[in-house]
């Protein structure tokens, strides 16, 4: 169960990470991508110690 959400934390970290890098002209959008990818990455470090 928990490798299944590491598996999802990194799928959203990913295309966090798309979104951050390609979208230019939508600022707002941009910084929820980084807050999304932030977030993410915090709960898949989380999830590590949780093991």
Do not use: H
């Given at each position: 169960m928990?490798l299944?959400?590491?598996i999802?934390?990194?799928?959203?970290i990913?295309?966090?990470?798309?979104?951050?890098?390609?979208?230019?002209?939508?600022?707002?959008?941009?910084e929820?991508?980084?807050?999304?990818?932030a977030?993410?990455?915090?709960?898949f470090?989380?999830?590590?110690?949780w093991?």
């Amino acid at each position: 169960m928990i490798l299944t959400l590491q598996i999802v934390l990194v799928i959203v970290i990913l295309i966090s990470v798309l979104g951050v890098t390609q979208e230019k002209e939508n600022k707002k959008l941009q910084e929820n991508m980084m807050f999304t990818c932030a977030i993410g990455m915090a709960l898949f470090f989380a999830s590590l110690v949780w093991l």
